[in-house]
């Protein structure tokens, strides 16, 4: 069965870079039709969909520009940086995976076999 686990630092300046890893384990990073995904949640507010990546890579409009997210296939890793952080970016980050299927008779992708990591805070602040 599949496994997350997040890390990395938990605390970042402002103006320096977020790098998180979730290291997976049960399950290949390359599986296909398999999506591995970064999520964050600011103190008191929502999930946030930061990004995703299978065969290729999908980020949020409104984090695009400062957000990579790249695969470590040997290490069954995959990882996020996060440019440029602010205090607003302080979160708990969660890495997720799922499957998806193609409803065809909605035109709809389902998700299935979803996992999530449990998440670990960073902290932005000087």
């Known amino acids: 069965q599949v496994q997350l686990q997040e890390s990395g630092p938990g605390l970042v300046k402002p103006s320096q870079t977020l790098s998180l890893t979730c290291t997976v384990s049960?399950?290949?990073?390359?599986?296909?039709?398999?999506?591995w995904s970064w999520i964050r949640q600011p103190p008191g507010k929502g999930l946030e969909w930061i990004g995703s990546?299978?065969?290729?890579?999908h980020y949020s409009p409104s984090l695009r520009s400062r957000t990579s997210i790249s695969r470590d296939t040997p290490k069954n890793q995959f990882t996020l940086q996060l440019n440029f952080v602010t205090p607003e970016d302080t979160a708990v980050y969660y890495c997720?995976?799922?499957?998806?299927?193609?409803?065809?008779?909605?035109?709809?992708?389902?998700?299935?076999?979803?996992?999530w990591g449990q998440g670990t805070l960073v902290t932005v602040s000087s």
């Open positions: 990546i299978s065969a290729i890579t």
């Open positions: 997720n995976s799922h499957g998806n299927m193609l409803d065809p008779s909605s035109a709809t992708m389902w998700k299935y076999l979803e996992v």
């Open positions: 049960g399950g290949s990073i390359t599986t296909s039709s398999y999506y």
